[in-house]
């Protein structure tokens, strides 16, 4: 097995040792009962001491990850992940594991979307009963009949025209103004970081990320072999007075930030804050990635416009979510750049998969183009409104002393926080047993990961669980907290 | 403007910054009429000789990719690419050129699928006429109605389970015995490449490729920093005997094939040689990427059983496309490999996009249950063969003395070759001004290309225009071979 390892980082070769297998037992990419190379072989592998390699095993064996047998070997524990993946990982293929890949960590909180659990607030998307799945089966059958050779060509790899013109508009209600030959389409907004991650960020680069964010993203970002600073938030959104003095030291190339209803706290960016963004970026001359997966699920006014809006100079890539409040079937975004940063994201877009599907572009169509996609994330919003107003009431009428959150004013997740010395990974392992999930909060970060939060998606479950689900989870985090001795709890991330 | 420069290789530095600088204008990364850094910033910036940078800039203009105007600076010509991407890189975004990209060379070819032509034999795709569109139309009706959810749920990462079932049952008749759990869908073959290539390729790691191939997997192993070697295919396929001999002091990660029909030449890899292969990746534990687009798709016996099917060790990562001869507005593949190999693309799916599209892997499906497939692939060989056949026979007719061509026994190309003096990328400058287009076969090598080839893709042109568009073709060729100066039409590439 081989690890990179950076020898001039501050963080220990233990350390980096360790949060290296881990990462790859979690990710489900070791899986159970596999073994781990022996010391010896290890520390030879990676010219290290033979004891950096002793103390990297101890720590994965007192966060439980592994078991040591006597004279046999050291042994991928379970770690309650459920993944279907291949389990046949047995003798002939052991020569792999010397293969080196270039995936440090990958999407945990998939681990946690298990469908096993009836209830699910892990998920950030919108119960299926909330979609209107009839109007877009009768409009897609419409459309179809008319023009079947939709399934027999490839279109455009920027995308389906019509379909771009149909954004356009939509880009121009949120006063972003563009020309359709500056829209790209991609598969949902995960790829639109990819694909500005694969085009812009190598090995070293440094990348600016909210903390805490989405988690999905930082995985991208080290995928690239990217050195990831966090900026904290506040409640006006990213603390611009810390970013600017990373970017007068630490020449950041690209930053990464979730405007509107945050992932994971439901924060938005004020408007000041935007303003001073934009021009930090200007100055230093940083791309910035505004990530927009459901801006127009508010729920007292509308967020303030995207950065993108006062983009003049080029640096902001804005992507744009769009099935996941209408038709997460297709997973369809946007993207929308300047310049040769906009062309060379469209070379990779070739690279990755030479264009979106045609029937997934086209499904979406009909909704745009009809006063039918306005009414339906009006209703949307009510609805999921009223889903807030309740969830955040059995907070208040059943949530232990100690606990608290932050009521979001759009969007689909609640951040709540735990006394600091718990951990909500080990809650999360008491609720999975009662068939609930939720997202781990140290996922959401890149830097040192605070372990007391978690957020729980309130959008997903169908009405009739969501009051049950909540008051259950109330009651296990209230029997978590008197019981679980806080030492233990804590696990070393 | 930022080039990475290797100063060890032996490529000369001008002839680095020439094939940079080439590369971004033929992929539209650098844009007509935009102005190049000056000579002094340029040698500044990359730390290089005045001279350097003046006799790339003279290549450059040879090759009329840049024209000078003195006193005012360099500007880049139009390269006669169609692309509709933005245009606006103008003043506000010149800061832009100074962002490092990963991104050396996309995806050529798709510059030559422009559909303005109207004789397309640059495109590898079914002609619609020829896909069973009212049958799936149908059949999306049936499905959709009777489950509108399909719409509005995101399904596994790793692909939907019904259609992996499916799959599996297709895999088996080709002798590759795999479980449901050790397939993952995937948005078409070349997102297939890129997850292999994203997983296990990074900077300075060796991918051995056949020359020529399939230029947009190029592109891919570029992107990632590899270093490419070529190895030659003679009519048995990639020639072991060079192979193993780089195997012996190149150490490589990776080789690429494409065993049955390759693309561009139409080479079925023999029996004999598949065996030879994957005992040299055993040996040498090399990862071989099978590229599966189109087995199915034979005129007279079916290819061997892939390398797959011979595959004890896991080390073959297997690509079969599964829409571009049923639904290419579905773009489906599969992949399948063993051991931790299949978890780590995995993982890598999850990074790209979280999966792909419930909507288009639901409609191939109803396909895949009925007998209707194998026979609709029936028909399609025999209206494909036919095809074939009239191409040879108008080429046998009408191509002038002096070109070769290689009569592929499936797939949907034919290789052609004109004398060595010659090169095609002249020769379809001339074709495009009549809206005839094929595939220059410059772009499908990795080391010294050969400019004498063309790949012709007769499968994508209605009946009607086939014969127009190949007695066109050979007239034109006719007259390029005999009033060209040979030493002018030659790029220097």
Redesign the interface.
Known sequence: MKIELNRNSRTSLVQQIYENLSDRIR?????EE?CLPSIREMSKNLEVSFLTVVKAYDLLEQNNLVKRVQGKGTFVKSHSIKC???????S??K?????????PR??FD?HYNSSDHSLQFSLA??A?SL?P??Y??NE??IM??KN???????????GDLDLRIAMKRILKKQKINV?Q??ILVT??T??GI?LAA??????GDVVIAEAPTYP?AL??FR?RGASILPVPIDKNGIRTDILIKLCETKNP?LIYTIPNFHNPTGIVLSNDRRKQLLTIAQEF?I?IIEDDPWSEIYYNEKPPNPIKSLD???NVIYLKGLSKTL??????GLLTA???????L???K???????????Q??LYPLFQSKRMEDHIKKLRTALKIRRDLVIKLLKKHMPEGVEWIEPKGGLNIWISIPEKWDTKQLLLECQKKNLSFLPGFVCFCGEPETNHLRLSFSYLNDNVLETGIIELCRILKEFLSVTPPENSRLIL
């Not at 020569?95 to 995936?103: A, E, K, M």
């Not at 050779?149 to 279109?155: A, F, M, P, V």
């Not at 038709?327 to 369809?332: A, E, N, S």
């Not at 070739?350 to 997934?360: E, Q």
């Open positions: 990710s489900g990419i070791l899986n596999e279907e993946k291949s389990k046949n990982t047995g002939p293929y020569w792999q594991l010397s293969i080196q890949d270039y995936l990958t999407h998939t998307a919108i299926p979609l799945n009839r877009l089966e897609i059958h179809l009949e079947p050779l939709i399934l027999s060509e490839y279109g455009p790899i920027q020309s030959k500056d598969n949902g995960q790829q990819d694969r085009t812009f960020i190598g090995p999905a995985d991208i995928s190339k001359q791309i003049t100079k080029g038709i997460p079937g297709c997973r369809i300047d310049g040769t940063i906009f062309n060379r469209v070379s990779s070739m690279n990755a998969d030479l264009g979106s599907p045609l029937l997934t086209k499904a």
